[in-house]
């Protein structure tokens, strides 16, 4: 007389794996919400910043051993028949995967772009922030450039970052760069007409961090307007390279309306 299937030995093994898999789901899913909390709870003035960005280390590699267990049981539960441990294995291991991806190509990100936070187009007389330096915190990084050593590795990492010079009046460029700094998404701090400065805050999606831009427009000779920009984080060392490419952004944006 045969064994009930659940008594088999395939089928402990599949039942088992099916346990595995819907164990994997739900860590896969706490593990993938602890991610977003440790932004959260930053934007809530809960910890520091150093401390979600710190704790994005343990959702990895909790996200790494979830993913290996869910590789383990949607193997045993193909081998052994059991449609169930192969869709909860294969859900379980898209979440962790996903979840193990973002700290570990921010990671990466890290490692590829230099460690500065203040990019300027001009780095030897930069653009000045007048509004965002009363909005900084005490423990927020100064407004005050931050200096040579900044500049030459700046150079070295984002030489494409230059001054934008445009064959358009001022008060043109003035304007339109007010409009691409708005749809950028940015929110206007000032747009002083007579300095023909403006200024403005981009605030990251998770952690709320808070860059801030100001774009200096200077007549030159011979017709030419000439654009400057700087962006600088509030927190952290490294920006993940997120202020040269606002930077990148805007000068684009800005050339395809006015032109070289």
Known sequence: MSKPHSLSKDGRVADAAWAIGLLCVVLA????IAGLFA??????????YRDGIGALMYVFW???????????ATILGATTGRTGAVA???IALLIAGITAYIPWSLRQTVRRVPPIHDISTDTVNPPRYVRAAGLRKKTDHSTTYDGP????????GYPDIQSILLHAPADKVFETSRAVLIGMGLHLLDADPTERRLEATDTSL???FEDDMVVRIL???GGITRVDARSKSRVGRSDLGINAGRIRLFAATLRKKLGP
């Open 29 to 32: 899913i706490a593990d993938a």
């Open 39 to 48: 932004g959260i709870g930053y934007r809530l003035d809960l910890w520091d």
């Open 62 to 72: 909790l996200a790494c051993g979830t993913a290996a267990l869910a590789s383990l």
């Open 88 to 90: 909860t294995g294969l």
């Open 149 to 156: 050593e900044v500049a030459a590795l700046q150079s070295k």
């Open 206 to 208: 998770l952690f709320g």
């Open 219 to 221: 007549e030159e000779p």
